[in-house]
């Protein structure tokens, strides 16, 4: 099994962690910008640590950092840091299922991204294989007791701000993994770390700026709750050292592909410990991810 498979799906359980404890840190009334300053702010810290204690048992030396480094670093952190924000907008949202089934697009998303700036591209069985996990997606995600018109179910504020969060991470993603690839020594996890260690000490500077200047006084309150905060972070690190190693490793495309495997563990979890009732349509898109993730590990 390549190396890039195990590191993704691991990527998956720590964002699915992620996310729920983004959710609760919303619930004790951050703001959506503290929220997301939040899975910075205690992470950065961490993956620094990491890199130079990984750079140092590894004997290896913190590659140098080119200039075109910064264009893809930047922008990618730029853009998670709009794609977070419209995620965590989107848990005040009564229709939220729906927001985060758009917000799966990305994998389409990345597809387009990575041909556009990586001339990267994906053959047609993968293409196919993602095409299917699309499918499995929108029937394990989509609401079974939504009502109305579709249309109003397509076009409204939650499915625009996952549609809108799909694109800035496919955006994120290829530009992480062009940055990865721009350094010019160290395996795929100094790479990746070195990647990381820039990007969210970026992420964390621009937020704590944003801030300062537009919510005086939630700084403050994000380090009030900072049980749940460092929680959030340490998630936020795991997941975001896997992400990107699995980026300097493989193809956007396909890590995001697999990395849907996230919503066959919500699944479970809803189902198994919380015993909350599953529907057909549910079960029916379980089916047809596993067999679209199943295809995409045995046919790429």
């Known amino acids: 099994m390549d190396t890039w498979i ?5 990527a998956a359980v720590a964002q699915t962690a992620r996310f729920g404890l983004q959710k ?14 939040a899975r910075f702010v205690y992470s950065a810290p961490l993956v620094a640590l990491i890199m130079l204690g990984y750079g140092t048992a590894s004997t290896q030396a913190i590659p140098a950092i080119p200039t075109h480094f910064w264009a893809y670093a930047l922008t990618g952190g730029t ?20 927001g985060i089934s758009f917000k799966k697009t990305e994998v389409i998303m990345s ?3 990575g041909m556009i700036v990586l001339r990267e591209g994906v053959s047609w069985t993968g293409f196919a294989a993602i095409l ?13 007791a939504a009502t109305g018109p579709w249309h109003r179910r397509i076009f409204n504020r939650a499915a625009g701000l996952g549609v809108l969060s799909g694109l800035l991470f496919a955006i994120s993603a290829v530009g992480y993994r062009g940055a990865a690839l721009s350094l010019s020594h160290g395996d795929a996890l100094l790479r990746a770390l070195t990647t990381l260690a820039c990007v969210t000490a970026f992420q964390t500077l621009a937020m704590a700026a944003y801030m300062a200047w537009r919510e005086r006084g939630e700084i403050g309150r994000v380090f009030a709750v900072w049980r749940v905060g460092l929680l959030v ?6 997941g975001s050292i896997c992400w990107f190693t699995a980026f300097a490793l493989q193809t ?32 029916q898109g379980v089916v047809v991810l596993c067999v ?3 295809a995409l590990i045995v046919f790429i």
């Open 6 to 10: 195990p590191i993704t799906i691991l």
């Open 24 to 37: 609760q840190l919303k619930a004790t009334r951050l703001s959506t910008a503290g929220t997301t300053f």
């Open 79 to 98: 853009a998670q840091i709009l794609a977070t924000m419209c995620v965590v907008a989107l848990f005040a949202h009564r229709n939220f299922a729906v």
């Open 111 to 113: 597809v387009i991204v």
């Open 132 to 144: 299917l996990g699309l499918l499995g997606v929108l029937l394990l995600s989509d609401p079974p």
């Open 233 to 238: 972070g340490i998630s936020s690190m795991i």
């Open 252 to 283: 956007v495309a396909y890590v995001k592909a697999l990395g849907q495997v996230e919503l066959i563990f919500s699944f479970l979890v809803s189902a198994l410990i919380f015993k909350e009732k599953t529907t057909a349509r549910e079960y």
């Open 292 to 294: 679209a993730i199943i």
